[in-house]
T-cell receptor, first 113, second 114 residues
């Protein structure tokens, strides 16, 4: 099993450009999550999907959209990137939407100039 | 407000010694706590968890202690090894109306001195 995979590993964007971060898991997990990690801020939840077909906002959803394409895949889209979105983005998955261990991908390091 | 914080941002220990990483949380409604380890350039990796109805849980070389009275969580690593060098995050699970919110602390960087 590959676990949770993310693409790309690195990305540099100019302000105003758009891009989609891809995430896939092969553990048959129901729930999937997108976090951003900034220095000294820990991990903050952007969006989550408790099950296939549902998505909900987390703590910092502004400027992002998500799609739960199927049970395996959960993508994060930046429609108009801003320098404040420079961060490391982690996708995670878990069996249930609550009180369950989350398994993280390797991350995408995004820089917005 | 809600917060999960760590008392020490960095910790250096001698190889073979025991390590203790501390975490304070502020929400008494939290019912589940997790410790994650994050190595450089990688995503967080689950180490151990504990539910609020327990005060101690042991794993392989790791022990988590929960003191709900003072809202304190600690991770103890026995016989610390160089491979234990990483950033350690505590996280708490808080029930919200629409989802269970997981709040991560800012992390403690553990350095093991050979």
């Amino acid at each position: 099993n590959a676990g949770v995979t993310q693409t790309p590993k690195f990305q540099v964007l100019k302000t105003g450009q758009s891009m989609t971060l891809q995430c896939a898991q092969d553990m048959n997990h129901n729930s999937m999550y997108w976090y951003r990690q900034d220095p000294g801020m820990g991990l903050r939840l952007i969006y989550y999907s408790a099950s296939e077909g549902t998505t909900d906002k987390g703590e910092v959803p502004n400027g992002y959209n998500v799609s739960r394409l199927n049970k395996r895949e959960f993508s994060l889209r930046l429609e108009s990137a801003a320098p404040s979105q420079t961060s490391v983005y982690f996708c995670a998955s878990g069996l249930r939407a609550s009180t369950d261990t989350q398994y993280f991908g390797p991350g995408t390091r995004l820089t917005v100039l | 407000g809600e917060s999960v914080g760590l008392h020490l941002p960095t910790l250096s220990v001698q190889e073979g010694d025991n390590s203790i990483i501390n975490c304070a949380y502020s929400n008494s409604a939290s019912d589940y706590f997790i410790w994650y380890k994050q190595e450089s350039g990688k995503g967080p990796q689950f180490i151990i968890d504990i539910r609020s109805n327990m005060d101690k849980r042991q794993g392989q070389r790791v022990t988590v202690l929960l003191n709900k009275t003072v809202k304190h969580l600690s991770l103890q690593i026995a016989a610390t090894q160089p491979g234990d060098s990483a950033v350690y995050f505590c996280a708490e699970n808080i029930r919200k109306t629409s989802y269970d919110k997981v709040i991560f602390g800012p992390g403690t960087s553990l350095s093991v001195i050979p």
